[in-house]
T-cell receptor, first 115, second 109 residues
Framework: DSGVTQTPKHLITATGQRVTLRCSPR?????VYWYQQSLDQGLQFLIH???????AKGNILERFSAQQFPDLHSELNLSSLELGDSALYFC??????????????FGPGTRLTVL | LAKTTQPISMDSYEGQEVNITCSHN???????ITWYQQFPSQGPRFIIQ???TKVTNEVASLFIPADRKSSTLSLPRVSLSDTAVYYC??????????FGTGTKLQVIP
C-alpha cells in the first residue's frame, strides 16, 4: 500500500459526459502528479501540482483540468469524453527530499471506460 | 528533458541475473536516474535512484558510468514475480516526467 488513495476504482460512462477523479496523497506529501495510461502504453504525464499550485504540464488535453485543494487532495476533471479517453488514470504523490529527485508513490489508479 | 532509450522487451530464466540498460545521452548535470517497476493494472513502484557510480538496495543495483550517458539496472536472481515492465527515467527537480514505453521483462521458469 503506497498510502495514495484514488476514487473511484472503476468508472463507466458515455461519450460526451464529464467525470471527476479524486486523489488523496500520502500524508505530508505536497506534490501530486496525474498520469494517463492507455492499453499497453507507457504512462503519459498530464500535470503536476505542488501545494496547490500548478508546477508542470504535460500532454493534457484542453478538455481535461485539474486542481489541488488546500487539504492537498487533487481532482482531475475530464469533460466531453471520447472513446479514446478510456484508460487507467494514476495519481502519484511525492514529498520533500534532502537531495535527489523526489520518489513518486503511485495510487492504485482509476480505470475509466467510455462507451 | 532528457530522452531515454531502453530495450522494448527481455526474456530471462528464473534464478539468472538480469541487466537492463538505458541510454540517456543528453542527461543534464542536475538530473538523477530513477527506475520504476510496474505490474499490469497497478501503479509503478520506485525501485532505485542514483546520480553516479553504483547504488545498491535490497532489490536491485544501479550502475552509472562516469559520463552518465547510460545506466544499467541489475536484478539479481530473478523470480517469476519479477515479470513486469521496468521504466528508466531521468529527472531533475520539478520537470515534466516522461516514463516512456519501458522494458517488458518476462521471466521464464
Amino acid at each position: 500500500d503506497s498510502g495514495v488513495t484514488q476514487t473511484p476504482k472503476h468508472l463507466i460512462t458515455a461519450t460526451g459526459q464529464r467525470v471527476t477523479l479524486r486523489c488523496s496523497p500520502r500524508s505530508g506529501d505536497l506534490s501530486v502528479y496525474w498520469y494517463q495510461q492507455s492499453l499497453d502504453q507507457g504512462l503519459q504525464f498530464l500535470i503536476h501540482y505542488y501545494n496547490g499550485e500548478e508546477r508542470a504540464k504535460g500532454n493534457i488535453l484542453e478538455r481535461f483540468s485539474a486542481q489541488q485543494f488546500p487539504d492537498l487532495h487533487s481532482e482531475l476533471n475530464l469533460s466531453s469524453l471520447e472513446l479514446g479517453d478510456s484508460a487507467l488514470y494514476f495519481c502519484a504523490s511525492s514529498g520533500r527530499r534532502d537531495r535527489g529527485v523526489n520518489e513518486q508513490f503511485f495510487g492504485p489508479g482509476t480505470r475509466l471506460t467510455v462507451l | 528533458l532528457a530522452k531515454t532509450t531502453q530495450p522494448i522487451s527481455m526474456d530471462s530464466y528464473e534464478g539468472q541475473e538480469v541487466n537492463i540498460t538505458c541510454s540517456h545521452n543528453n542527461i543534464a548535470t542536475n538530473d538523477y536516474i530513477t527506475w520504476y517497476q510496474q505490474f499490469p493494472s497497478q501503479g509503478p513502484r520506485f525501485i532505485i535512484q542514483g546520480y553516479k557510480t553504483k547504488v545498491t538496495n535490497e532489490v536491485a543495483s544501479l550502475f552509472i558510468p562516469a559520463d552518465r550517458k547510460s545506466s544499467t539496472l541489475s536484478l539479481p536472481r530473478v523470480s517469476l514475480s519479477d515479470t513486469a515492465v521496468y521504466y528508466c527515467l531521468v529527472v531533475g527537480g520539478y520537470q515534466k516526467v516522461t516514463f516512456g514505453t519501458g522494458t517488458k521483462l518476462q521471466v521464464i521458469p
